[in-house]
């Protein structure tokens, strides 16, 4: 029965023990600059975590996260320009009142669609709503005509690259290829100083454990178990009475709203937000990083999305030509011989020696495995 | 038994006594009628097995009827209730469950587990968030689990089980469902003989109040079960009757053994 609890035992050590190091190990261990640092990469974990939802369980390979992760960013960084282009600011501008780029681009009056972002609530409610929007409408395109593997793959990556291509080419409207900069404050609060970057380091990660939270509540929710049947046999769950296009349009929703949010928290540690955040490259990273950490593991795609982002900082720090040929050959190496990355080394290996020291029986872990060497499907 | 001439006409006076009226059923791929004009009965309570060779439409029937595929023409009424133009799930829902030929289970999740999949409760996404794994629930699981052989293995990985016992699963989580019409695609191909047995045997234990189909070769385990055949060939009836009347059919005798 322990199946469908909340969260089981080792579950609950383990949340414990990543708590404690991102909520008091690396805040006591790192100066504000690396800790900050940190706290973008935890940005991206939500991304992975989505991820693993989507990909990991529901076997739906995105490789277009970072439209939704880029639209969460820009709906707080449209809030947060127009909040840093009050009248006052921008009293040099032949049209006070409205963003820069926006000035420069000879437009004179604010869009429609930047209005609501003049309040926090509903800017708030749009980082997530518009990615949930966009998502619902591609997977309901999508999932009910049965497109799905490969085919849906492509499709993100192509959209990813369409939407880089739009906000690039309605610079009036987005500030173009520099993106929307020069944020300054939060509700009069300003996010640039150090004890802001302090705060929203642990707002950060603070909503990145409820999210984890919800990840678990919905893998251990008969809806979890129905995503891991899908993965394996498709028709077998539609023939047993369910619309199976929903539950997919439902888990790639889901894997939206995560990326929506740590793409607002990104905007607000990072100070701004441009399109090379929400293009195919990007996108693909954050498919590296789940499957780094092991795209089974809730836990394990966000130890992968820190290390690997740890070792970009490291390798490109010294290396910076190196680096991407590094985190391809990283890719490989991951699908070639640890399917199940991270989190798989830890349960074949770390898991059977600590269970044999507390002298222990192994659980059954259902949706635990995947079969070997099928990792894109 | 005869099959009505003006469908439209008949079905609202004899509908009530069949579970199942197929009429006119056609279905083309590319110009090729894998089903031709088929027409056939079931009735309530009835094992009826199709036979027939390779090609012949047998496994087509079954996707028209549960809705994997697309009839080009014909009718399918279940309960008076036309099939062709509902979706699986709703096939499904209406009481009509298919086994693949291919034991089709879910190899990550336990035996529990998939038979839990397959009872039929809280099938939105949020009837599924939901979803609670109350007593009901865990005792039908055990009580189909002990009809499919299967009770001391519950909270095994499904992957672990031999074929036999797979292909008894897949029976499992369509009997959980409790459906009116139950259709079978080979159930006792790759079985050992003392599982072809086993199998009759839950056959039997299983057809109380419902209607079954089954496409199946193996001619001894038909004539232990079934209480009509009907013979395909190329997309039509072929014969239609007992096994007796069947195996005696000069046309059945022709196309077995004629070419």
């Known amino acids: 029965m322990k199946n469908t609890a909340f969260l089981n035992r080792s579950e609950l050590i383990a949340v414990a023990i990543l708590a404690v190091l991102i909520l008091v190990v690396l805040p006591m261990s790192l100066d504000g600059f690396r800790l900050n640092l940190v706290g973008k990469y935890l940005t991206y974990a939500f991304v992975a975590l989505g991820l693993v939802m989507c990909w990991g369980f529901g076997g739906i390979l995105s490789l277009g996260q970072g439209i939704f992760f880029g639209l969460g960013g820009y709906c707080m960084a449209m809030f947060l320009k127009l909040e840093a282009s009050s009248v006052e600011n921008t009293k040099i501008q032949s049209t006070p009142g409205i963003p820069d780029f926006m000035d420069w681009n000879q437009i004179t009056s604010l869009p429609w669609f930047w209005e609501p972002f003049k309040s926090l609530p509903a800017t708030m409610l749009l980082v997530v709503g518009v990615p949930v929007l966009l998502a619902f409408i591609l997977g309901f395109a999508m999932f009910t005509r049965r497109v799905g593997g490969t085919y849906f793959a492509i499709i993100t990556q192509a959209i990813a690259a369409i939407l880089t291509i739009l906000i690039i080419g309605q610079q009036g409207y987005t500030g ?77 929703c889901l894997a939206a709203a995560f990326a929506g949010i740590g793409g607002a928290m990104f905007t607000l540690q990072v100070g701004f937000m441009s399109p090379s955040f929400v293009g195919i490259v990007p996108s693909i990273e954050m498919v590296i990083y789940a499957a780094v950490g092991g795209r089974l593991s809730i836990l394990g795609a966000i130890y992968g999305t820190l290390l690997v982002n740890w070792a970009k900082t490291a390798f490109s720090e010294s290396f910076p030509e190196l680096w991407l040929l590094g985190l391809g050959g990283l890719f490989i190496a991951v699908v070639l011989a640890f399917p199940n990355g991270l989190a798989g080394i830890y349960t074949s290996y770390a898991e059977p020696f600590i269970r044999k020291l507390m002298n222990k029986k192994p659980d059954i872990l259902p949706g635990g495995n995947i079969p070997q060497g099928s990792p894109a499907e | 038994m005869n099959p009505p ?82 979706n699986e799930a709703k096939i499904v829902q209406a009481g009509i469950g298919r086994k693949f030929q291919t034991p089709s289970i879910y190899d990550d999740l336990t035996v529990f587990e998939n038979l839990e999949i397959s009872y039929p409760k809280g099938r939105s996404v949020f009837g599924a968030l939901a979803f609670k794994r109350d007593a009901a629930v865990t005792e039908r699981v055990q009580e189909v689990a002990e009809m499919i052989f299967l009770q001391d293995r519950l909270h095994e990985r499904a992957e672990f089980l031999s074929h036999g016992q797979k292909q008894w699963l ?90």
């Open chain 1, 176 to 252: 173009g290829i520099n993106g929307i900069t020069d944020l300054r404050t939060l509700n009069g609060w300003d996010i640039r100083t150090d004890d802001a970057k302090f705060i929203l380091y642990f707002v950060s990660a603070g909503l990145l454990f409820a999210c984890i939270l919800i990840a678990y509540f919905v893998k251990h929710s008969k809806l979890g178990r129905i995503l891991v049947a899908m993965r394996d046999k498709e028709d077998r769950v539609r023939f047993s009475g369910y619309n199976v296009s929903n539950f997919k349009i439902f888990v790639f």
């Open chain 2, 5 to 86: 001439a003006t469908p439209g006409v008949i079905s609202d006076q004899m509908a009530p006594d069949f579970l199942l009226a197929v009429e006119g059923l056609t279905v083309s791929f590319d110009g090729f009628k894998a089903v031709n004009d088929l027409s056939f009965y079931v009735d309530e309570r009835e094992i009826r097995v199709i036979v027939g060779p390779n090609g012949a439409g047998k496994t087509t029937v079954l996707d028209l009827i549960c809705g994997k595929t697309r009839a080009t023409s014909g009718s399918i009424k279940f309960r008076n209730r036309e099939l062709t133009k509902m």
């Open chain 2, 170 to 259: 897949e029976i499992g989580m369509l009997l959980i469902q409790d459906p009116d019409l139950l259709m079978l695609d080979e159930p006792v191909a790759g079985m050992s003989v003392s599982e072809r047995v086993k199998t009759a045997e839950l056959l039997n234990k299983i057809i109380a109040n419902r209607s079954i189909i089954v496409i199946e070769h193996d001619m001894k385990f038909v004539e232990d079960i079934a209480h009509r055949v009907t013979v395909l060939h190329q997309g039509k009836v072929l014969s239609e009757g007992s096994m007796d009347h069947v195996k005696h059919d000069p046309k059945v005798v022709e196309v077995y053994l004629g070419h």
